[in-house]
């Protein structure tokens, strides 16, 4: 029989030296590294921001004080831009319907992706097939979307009055009638721009917790008391947001009347931007079209610091 063979202890292995700490003028340049990489990437925005929205911005307000015509050495006006666009008989036309379009925008484009987002919240089937269906329009040129329209409400052969014809209506002069050009310029901003809203308001919605529709529900409330009491004040603050920013946009309209009705009938859909756009390229006055940029300007400033205060102090109140 052979021995067995006596069990010998195994060397335990050596431990490793823990790796010396690298010296702090190392660490040092790495931090500065990763800091110069991230304001590169920061410069390049405030170049972008500078050249394109800053200088521009500064540039108007300089100009809208000068008498300037391209081509031509600039003049210092003074005040004579803002009182030549004030007596402008189409300045209050401008202002006047343009305001009008933001509270019908506000009437209509505010509540329509409201409602769409609940339905779409709802939905138990085909729900990527409707989202991507809603949000279509948006992908959509708003040049193009606006030709589209322009052929929909043409008074002849446009789908519109075709579909009334079929149905024994009768028709409308849609964005050639002064009655309803406005309105109809604010249905085709609503299906051009609402597609990005209903998403946000979805998002909104499915962020709510489910606990609080089903103590609704236990307390024996209806479908309108759950959105009243639930829904609205749960989406409260995407509400607050995305009113200040329609009536901003809204206040800027311009792609729909410069394509479909070119200002009229009878200035009935001129806008403070269309009106700028006359000054600068159909007048050659850009100490005109400055002056009045910079009236919406500070119009837009000061709606948009008091809505924020109000909405603040409102949020702070217990």
């Known amino acids: 029989m052979t021995k067995t063979a006596e069990r010998r202890p195994v060397p335990r292995a050596a431990a490793l030296p823990d790796p010396a700490p690298p010296p702090a003028g190392g660490r040092r ?3 500065i590294a990763d ?3 991230a304001y590169a990437f920061l410069l390049g925005a405030l170049v972008c921001f500078a050249l394109f929205s800053w200088y521009p911005a500064v540039r108007a307000v300089v100009i809208a004080f000068q008498k300037y015509t391209p081509g031509s050495k600039p003049q210092w006006a003074g005040t004579a831009n803002f009182t030549r666009v ?4 189409e300045f209050g036309a401008a202002w006047r319907n343009t305001l009008a379009f933001t509270l019908l925008a506000l009437l209509i484009g505010f509540a329509v992706p409201f409602l769409l987002a609940l339905v779409l919240n709802e939905l138990r089937h085909a729900k990527a097939f409707f989202r ?5 329009p948006v992908m959509i040129p708003p040049v193009v979307s606006a030709l589209l329209w322009k052929w929909f409400y043409d008074p002849g052969a446009g789908l519109a009055n075709e579909a009334l014809r079929f149905l024994h209506l009768p028709t409308s002069n849609w964005s050639n009638g002064t009655d309803t050009a406005l309105v109809s310029l604010v249905v085709v901003a609503t299906w051009a721009n609402m597609g990005g809203t209903v998403l946000i308001y979805l998002a909104a919605l499915q962020s709510i917790p489910g606990e609080l529709y089903e103590a609704a529900e236990l307390d024996g409330a209806n479908l ?4 009243r009491h639930v829904t609205v004040p749960q989406t409260r603050f995407v509400f607050l947001m995305l009113m200040l920013l329609q009536i901003i946009a809204t206040m800027q309209v311009f792609t729909e009347p410069f394509v479909i009705t070119g200002g009229g009938p009878e200035n009935a859909t001129v806008t403070v931007l269309y009106l700028i756009y006359k000054y600068a390229f159909l007048y050659d006055d850009f100490g005109g079209a400055c002056a009045l940029s910079v009236m919406l300007l500070v ?5 948009s610091a008091g809505y924020l205060r109000l909405t603040r102090s409102e949020g702070d109140t217990p």
């Open 35 to 37: 800091q110069a990489r």
């Open 299 to 303: 119009l837009l400033g000061a709606f």
């Open 132 to 136: 991507v269906a809603v949000y279509l």
């Open 29 to 31: 340049r790495r931090r």
């Open 224 to 227: 309108l008391q759950r959105i």
């Open 86 to 89: 004030l007596h402008d008989p």
